[in-house]
């Protein structure tokens, strides 16, 4: 069964301490790997896709990684502002259309 | 660029009633995406419309139903109406392009909370 789990469920930072989110991911074929941010009362916002491993991206103080059985979001010197729910998606390669498998997500808060 | 737009932002039903959602997508995505979200599920997949027909369907009861409009708007209905169905539904909308085998990224709206008593 294709399945995405995420670790761990809440991470406390001081402002400036650098950190990494996990996600596993169990997909019979991968056709990319997402990261959406998600704030209270909001939907989720695209921050990455990943399509193979060995691949990066980066964006300010985040960067995404991808192996072949897991993701990482790496948060260098994190500020209050990049306090949200993260959220990482796999999208089965052979999947007809568009259809993610979410991890429950990282609720990540960053104190000054 | 106007976002995903859904309508209503916040509502409340009693067991047995039934509930339509609606959802704008961005201007020119022809693909619109709904998911269900909960505290202990997370995001879960409902149907995805593209063209005014559902080409995909996630793991839900009958009760759960959609369709898309030829403008690519699309609704959502949940007939008798369960506790258990008490969320944030989500509708995503995506810019499919013909013949390319990447990833599509959603863009979402802000939900439509619902509350069953």
């Known amino acids: 069964e294709d399945q995405v789990t995420q670790s761990p469920e809440a991470l406390r930072l001081q402002e400036g301490e650098s950190s990494s989110l996990n996600c596993s991911y169990t997909v019979s074929g991968l056709r990319g790997l997402f990261w959406y941010r998600q704030d209270p009362g909001k939907g989720p916002e695209f921050l990455f896709t990943l399509y193979s491993a060995g691949e990066e991206k980066e964006k300010e103080r985040l960067k995404a990684t991808l192996t072949k059985k897991e993701s990482f979001l790496h948060i260098t010197a994190p500020k209050p502002e990049d306090s949200a729910t993260y959220l990482c998606?796999?999208?089965?390669?052979?999947?007809?259309?568009?259809?993610?498998?979410f991890g429950k997500g990282t609720t990540l808060s960053v104190s000054s | 660029k106007a976002g995903v737009t859904q309508t209503p932002r916040y509502l409340i039903k009693t067991r047995g009633q039934q509930v339509t959602l609606s959802c704008s997508p961005i201007?020119?995505?022809?693909?619109v995406s709904w998911y269900q979200q909960t505290p202990g599920q997370g995001l879960q997949f409902l149907f995805e419309y593209f063209s005014e027909t559902q080409r995909n369907k996630g793991n839900f009861p009958g009760r759960f139903s959609g369709r898309q409009f030829s403008n690519s708007r699309s609704e959502m209905n949940v007939s008798t109406l369960e506790l258990g169905d008490s969320a944030l539904y989500l509708c995503a909308s995506s810019l499919v392009i013909q013949g390319s085998s990447g990833a599509n990224v959603l863009t979402f709206g802000a939900g439509s909370r619902l509350t069953v008593l």
């Open positions: 998606a796999a999208e089965h390669l052979n999947q007809a259309g568009t259809a993610l498998i």
């Open positions: 201007s020119g995505h022809r693909s």
